[in-house]
């Protein structure tokens, strides 16, 4: 018995590192821990800015814009010559 526990020491040592450098880097890099509060990167002020300008609200605006110019062109088409 004495042996089974010396051949399987340097085994259990490597599985215990394994998970303990697992556990320690697995997460979100981004923010920081302190006293049970989630703060933000160190590095925020040097990030880039991402800005996605607001869009339509309609998806299909420039379809009923197209559209919309259509039927006016259609009006005039038909419209009677004087």
Known sequence: MHLYRILHWPRLAVIACGLLSISLNTGCMIQTH??????????????????????????????????EQYKLEQLDNDAPVR
């Open 34 to 67: 302190v006293a049970g509060q989630t703060l933000p990167s160190a590095y925020y002020l040097t990030d880039d800015i991402q800005y996605f300008p607001t869009g339509p609200e309609n998806q299909l605006s420039n379809q009923i814009h197209a559209l």
